[in-house]
């Protein structure tokens, strides 16, 4: 198993221009989740989904969108980069269902670092 | 508001001594604590999971400890290795909300 896969590892944006990190999981988990992890500051939630065609708003999801039409795969899109945007990306899944409250352990991708200038 | 502070922000030890990270919280209702490590330029991993009920648990040279009634828990490390240089980040799970800590920078040195 491959477990959680993010891509781009890289990526340079200007403003304005708009992307998606993709995030694909192998390991049949019904939750999935965004985080945004700057220095000096614990990891914020974006974005979750705790199954397909369910998708709900976390901490910071202001500038980004979801959508989970598969167990697999969570994308997270920029609309429009700014360079607050700026920050390294990670996509976690887990086998647990409780919503937004966790019991299960949350299995993270390598990261995606995103540049806005 | 619920909020998860670790401390020091960041040490630097010897190979081969021990060391102790701390994790204070007001996350409420109380679910669960979970002690990650994150190796430079990698995710998350976790180390250690403890509930309510749980005080100390181990995992090979790591050792949480847990007092809910502190709020407090503790990241023992043993007989320091240079592969233990990382971030060590505590979370804390409410039954409806969960919170990291900004992570502890440890660089074990030779």
């Known amino acids: 198993n491959a477990g959680v896969t993010q891509t781009p590892k890289f990526q340079v944006l200007k403003t304005g221009q708009s992307m998606t990190l993709q995030c694909a999981q192998d390991?049949?988990?019904?939750?999935m989740s965004w985080y945004r992890q700057d220095p000096g500051m614990g990891l914020r939630l974006i974005h979750y989904?705790?199954?397909?065609?369910?998708?709900d708003q976390g901490e910071v999801p202001n500038g980004y969108n979801v959508s989970r039409s598969t167990t697999e795969d969570f994308p997270l899109r920029l609309l429009s980069a700014a360079p607050s945007q700026t920050s390294v990306y990670f996509c976690?899944?887990?086998?647990?269902?409780?919503?937004?409250?966790?019991?299960?352990?949350?299995?993270f991708g390598e990261g995606s670092r995103l540049t806005v200038l | 508001k619920n909020q998860v502070e670790q401390s020091p922000q960041s040490l630097i030890i010897l190979e081969g001594k021990n060391c102790t990270l701390q994790?204070?919280?007001?996350?409420?209702?109380?679910?669960?604590l979970r002690w990650y490590k994150q190796d430079t330029g990698r995710g998350p991993v976790s180390l250690t999971i403890?509930?309510?009920?749980?005080n100390t648990k181990s995992n090979g040279r790591y050792t949480a400890t847990l007092d809910a009634d502190t709020k407090q828990s503790s990241l023992h490390i043993t007989a320091s290795q240079l592969s233990d240089s990382a971030s060590y980040i505590c979370?804390?799970?409410?039954?409806?909300?969960?919170?990291f800590g900004a992570g502890t920078r440890l660089t074990v040195k030779p």
């Open positions: 403890m509930t309510f009920s749980e």
């Open positions: 976690a899944s887990s086998p647990s269902r409780a919503g937004a409250a966790f019991t299960g352990e949350l299995f």
């Open positions: 390991m049949n988990h019904e939750y």
């Open positions: 994790c204070n919280y007001t996350v409420s209702p109380f679910s669960n």
């Open positions: 979370v804390v799970s409410a039954s409806d909300d969960m919170r």
């Open positions: 989904s705790v199954g397909a065609g369910i998708t």
